[in-house]
């Protein structure tokens, strides 16, 4: 009975350093992994480039925003201006109108003054005929 005790005292040993064998073999390839993957240049680089390819797309992007947001307060900005400039060009032509119109309106009520430049400008014609034919 004695020698049967003694494998059966064994056994349990074996079984746990069988387990810790596999135990160890275990966390033996999970660091060989992790150095393979430290070695591995080429993934790397791939996963380096990646990351980089991203942040250019988002800054791309934002810088794409800022863009469409400034262009859009441009054009805001150029169409107030262009309301402000029709509305000043609307009020200095009524203006001019205006202007016309009182001008009509006293050469109807006053036609002395129109006739009295008419005939300034007949007699300046006719000046300016004599004394031509004079030097002639």
Do not use: F
């Not at 993957?37 to 980089?52: F, G, I, L, M, N």
């Not at 006293?106 to 036609?111: D, K, Q």
Request: proline fraction near 2%; avoid cysteine.
């Amino acid at each position: 009975m004695s020698a049967s005790n003694g494998a059966a005292d064994r056994t349990p040993d074996v079984d746990e350093l069988r387990n810790e064998i596999r135990q160890t073999r275990a966390e033996l390839g999970e660091t060989v992994q992790a150095l393979a993957a430290k070695a591995d240049v080429k993934a790397r680089a791939k996963e380096t480039a990646e990351q980089t390819k991203q942040r250019l797309l988002e800054s791309a992007q934002q810088a794409k925003e800022k863009v469409r947001g400034q262009a859009s307060h441009a054009a805001q900005t150029a169409l107030q201006a262009t309301g402000k400039v029709r509305g000043q060009a609307s009020q200095a032509a009524q203006s001019a109108l205006s202007s016309a119109q009182d001008a009509g309106v006293s050469a109807r009520r006053n036609p002395v003054p129109w006739a009295s430049v008419a005939a300034a400008g007949v007699a300046l014609v006719v000046v300016l005929l004599v004394v031509r034919g004079r030097r002639r």
